[in-house]
């Protein structure tokens, strides 16, 4: 049996993260409703939901990035407002946006220490290229990121090798308790996308950080996560542990849901199958 959305599931001494009927209207457009969600400590939720559900609307609220109109954010059990993305950042959060904030222009060493350079004393705070590039060195190693030179401008690397820069970059913040990602895997090739994958998992695994992540293809989102939240038209409509629900499930469930929003616009018989067909061979998007 299809598991049901448990809005008020219990309070779990382990989640890192907890918000709490959160709503946000952008002027007459409602696009979160009283949506619940939790994140237990090294953990990886994956949020689907089609185009325009409010996902990164929910990303950007977790990152201190959008105010929300109402509900409550708990960290580690604790109410906390979160009034910009340097407080969220002070909260242990950190984000990887589909446009990734790296600079093309620099090295992978200098984008890895990018607003955290490592500054010696004196007069002119000489950035100390010499420690970032050792430091930037093992970090990718740690993180089994293959990357041939950290002295290329990261313009030069492929989409994958930028998108494990940006991440290495992210989890290289002090505290970083929560990595929130989304569609990193979007227009990424098959190779990019095992590196990515591998070093999320690796990343959980070793050091427990919690990660909430956005993508479309459920193969992937099956591969990498621990539990799935579906967001439709800004509500939380399931909320499932990967143990409770298959993919060929979850695929029938947002069928059925498509099916019934278009019914709601068509008569039955007009609806084509075309629309809603497998949403595993939908493309990314922002
Ligand atoms: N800054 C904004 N101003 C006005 N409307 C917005 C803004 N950001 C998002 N929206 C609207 O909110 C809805 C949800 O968007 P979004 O959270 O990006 O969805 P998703 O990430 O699930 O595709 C969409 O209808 C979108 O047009
Ligand atoms: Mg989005």
Same mark, same amino acid.
């Given at each position: 049996?299809?598991?049901?959305?448990?809005?008020?599931?219990?309070?779990? =001494?382990?989640? =890192?993260?907890?918000?709490?009927?959160?709503?946000?209207?952008?002027?007459?457009?409602?696009?979160?409703?009283?949506?619940?969600?939790?994140?237990?400590?090294?953990?990886?939720?994956?949020?689907?939901?089609?185009?325009?559900?409010?996902?990164?609307?929910?990303?950007?609220?977790?990152?201190?990035?959008?105010?929300?109109?109402?509900?409550?954010?708990?960290?580690?059990?604790?109410?906390?407002?979160?009034?910009?993305?340097?407080?969220?950042?002070?909260?242990?959060?950190?984000?990887?946006?589909?446009?990734?904030?790296?600079?093309?222009?620099?090295?992978?060493?200098?984008?890895?220490?990018?607003?955290?350079?490592?500054?010696?004393?004196?007069?002119?705070?000489?950035?100390?290229?010499?420690?970032?590039?050792?430091?930037?060195?093992?970090?990718?190693?740690?993180?089994?990121?293959?990357?041939?030179?950290?002295?290329?401008?990261?313009?030069?690397?492929?989409?994958?090798?930028?998108?494990?820069?940006?991440?290495?970059?992210?989890?290289?913040?002090?505290?970083?308790?929560?990595?929130?990602?989304?569609?990193?895997?979007?227009?990424?090739?098959?190779?990019?996308?095992?590196?990515?994958?591998?070093?999320?998992?690796?990343?959980?695994?070793?050091?427990?950080?919690?990660?909430?992540?956005?993508?479309?293809?459920?193969?992937?989102?099956?591969?990498?996560?621990?539990?799935?939240? =579906?967001?439709?038209?800004?509500? =939380?409509?399931?909320?499932?542990?990967?143990?409770?629900?298959?993919?060929?499930?979850?695929?029938?469930?947002?069928?059925?849901?498509?099916?019934?929003?278009?019914?709601?616009?068509?008569?039955?018989?007009?609806?084509?199958?075309?629309?809603?067909?497998?949403?595993?061979?939908?493309?990314?998007?922002?």
């Amino acid at each position: 049996m299809m598991p049901r959305a448990e809005v008020n599931d219990r309070s779990d =001494v382990e989640d =890192v993260l907890r918000i709490e009927e959160i709503s946000m209207s952008f002027g007459a457009v409602t696009v979160l409703r009283n949506v619940d969600l939790h994140l237990r400590r090294g953990e990886i939720l994956g949020l689907v939901g089609d185009n325009g559900a409010g996902k990164s609307t929910l990303v950007k609220i977790i990152t201190g990035y959008h105010k929300p109109d109402g509900g409550r954010v708990y960290i580690d059990g604790e109410e906390t407002r979160l009034r910009s993305v340097q407080d969220a950042r002070a909260h242990g959060i950190e984000t990887v946006f589909q446009d990734l904030a790296l600079v093309d222009e620099l090295s992978v060493f200098h984008n890895l220490f990018l607003n955290r350079e490592h500054t010696g004393g004196g007069w002119f705070k000489l950035l100390r290229n010499k420690s970032m590039r050792a430091a930037a060195r093992r970090c990718l190693d740690e993180m089994a990121v293959d990357i041939p030179s950290i002295d290329v401008p990261v313009a030069k690397l492929s989409g994958g090798q930028r998108q494990a820069i940006a991440v290495a970059r992210a989890t290289r913040q002090k505290d970083i308790k929560i990595l929130l990602l989304d569609e990193p895997l979007a227009a990424m090739g098959a190779k990019e996308t095992a590196l990515i994958i591998n070093l999320i998992k690796g990343l959980c695994r070793n050091t427990g950080i919690s990660v909430i992540i956005i993508d479309h293809n459920y193969t992937h989102l099956f591969d990498i996560c621990d539990r799935i939240n =579906v967001i439709q038209q800004g509500q =939380v409509t399931l909320n499932a542990d990967l143990s409770e629900i298959s993919i060929e499930e979850l695929i029938e469930l947002m069928v059925q849901k498509r099916r019934r929003e278009l019914s709601k616009y068509m008569p039955r018989a007009q609806v084509p199958a075309e629309t809603v067909v497998n949403p595993q061979t939908k493309g990314g998007s922002r």
